[in-house]
């Protein structure tokens, strides 16, 4: 017997931080928790499942109108048609409370009831679901204390959606411990919320199989579903990789790269390096350069021109499914090597390297940057507003890290008759 567990489908939620630029892809980012929807109801229909199973968010909360609920009629439709059922719950964001818009739903799907967990038997493949949806946005009791017992001779699935312990990220909504889980003696607990993938074995198979789709830069990586075969007493879980365009988190240390050209094509090779994964689909792709490097001044206040170098690069790749999201310059500086010559700072320079490192010591010098500062901070120009760190250091007067990155920057640039 096999099932499909998925979770926080999250239907209609719109993807975030593509939408600012001219490149970005305006239809699947406006698709994309659709698609991997059909390609969850593709997959179930190919593995010929005995049913699926949504542990809590299929929706983002109230629907703008109702083809939301129109389009996930129509996919659970398919799934009827093959006489394959789907047991939902209401999560934290389909609450009873969050929903305004509804449609009826078609007989194969069976929602858990909200006021008390309940239980319902597949006697044709003797197995047991157990569950309870929210009827409030914050349920914040441990619902899984009152799930039933297992039934007897059956496979027992709990299904929950919980923060379950330790994910401070999450609100604490239905908290309860894997040690309950596993002492509730069920096969297998089908949980949602928590957006990453989780497995624990014992007792009870426990998973969480993640968001079906990433929807933005912090919910990077593969997601999708799983897919459970259940041989007598073996349960086995394999991850379904259903998300149609994917977030990547791509950090290139620069302690090597004396020169922008240098960091530039050392990008170019992570980037094809990320594609030799699943490269059929489409990623938005947020690039950190790291490390201590003498170019830290050369690299500092320019993420203009390397997200540019980098949109170079994902020319010279070629690849039309590559987008970029963000370039961020998190370098330290280093020292330089004495050995290169054209790293060697002029007399001038090393005066001025030794007024900056004073500068940054000096009480009544940072007062007067701070007054100078505070007027402008509000009015810089868009592509200034990139450099992050500067702008945070300078809001929150911290004026002595403010020079400290600043001053390899300025004496970089003049090194090189900027």
């Known amino acids: 017997m096999k099932f499909i567990h998925a979770a926080d489908i999250h239907l209609d939620s719109p993807l975030h931080g593509l939408s600012a630029y001219a ?47 129109i ?159 259940v041989d007598g007493a073996r349960t086995e879980v394999e991850r379904l990789y259903l998300d149609v365009l994917r977030w990547e988190a791509v950090r290139v240390d620069a302690s090597d790269c004396l020169s922008i050209a240098d960091l530039s094509r050392k990008i170019g090779a992570a980037l094809e390096a990320l594609l030799s994964v699943d490269a059929h689909v489409p990623r938005a792709v947020r690039v950190t350069v790291t490390g201590k490097t003498p170019a830290h001044g050369l690299f500092f206040g320019r993420a203009t021109q390397l997200r540019a170098e980098v949109l170079n690069q994902i020319g010279i790749i070629g690849n039309d499914k590559l987008w970029l999201e963000k370039v961020k310059v998190e370098t330290e500086t280093a020292a330089a090597d004495p050995s290169a010559a054209h790293h060697e700072p002029l007399e001038a320079l090393a005066d001025l390297k030794q007024i900056l490192e004073a500068a940054a010591q000096d009480p009544e010098f940072l007062a007067l940057l701070e007054r100078d500062l505070r007027p402008f901070v509000g009015k810089v120009r868009s592509e200034v507003k990139e450099e992050a760190r500067l702008l945070d250091f300078a809001r929150e007067a911290k004026l002595a890290a403010l020079v400290e990155q600043v001053g390899p920057a300025l004496l970089a640039r003049l090194s090189t008759g900027e």
């Open 71 to 229: 389009f996930f009629g129509q996919q659970m439709g398919r799934l009827r048609k093959a006489g394959i059922r789907v047991f939902a719950l209401w999560g934290n964001h389909d609450a009873e409370s969050e929903m305004t818009k509804k449609l009826t739903l078609p007989d194969n799907v069976i929602v858990f009831n909200h006021r008390k967990p309940e239980t319902h038997r597949l006697d044709e493949f003797n197995v047991a679901l157990h569950g309870q949806s929210f009827r409030d946005k914050a349920v914040t009791d441990n619902l899984a204390v009152n799930y039933p017992p297992p039934v007897p001779g059956y496979y027992n699935i709990g299904v929950l959606h919980t923060a379950l312990e330790g994910y401070t990220a999450h609100a604490t909504y239905a908290p309860c411990t894997r040690a309950e889980l596993h002492a509730k003696g069920y096969d297998y607990w089908a949980l949602g919320h928590v957006h990453e993938f989780q497995q624990w074995s014992g007792p009870s198979t426990i998973v969480f199989p993640g968001n079906l789709q990433g929807r933005h830069i912090r919910e990077t990586g593969r997601r999708g579903a799983v897919l459970v075969s």
């Open 23 to 69: 490149d970005a892809p305006a239809a699947q980012l406006r698709n994309a928790t659709r698609e991997a929807l059909r390609l969850l109801v593709d997959r179930a229909l190919e593995e010929e499942v005995a049913f699926v199973v949504i542990a809590g968010d299929l929706y983002d909360g109230d629907w703008k109108d109702h083809n939301t609920g």
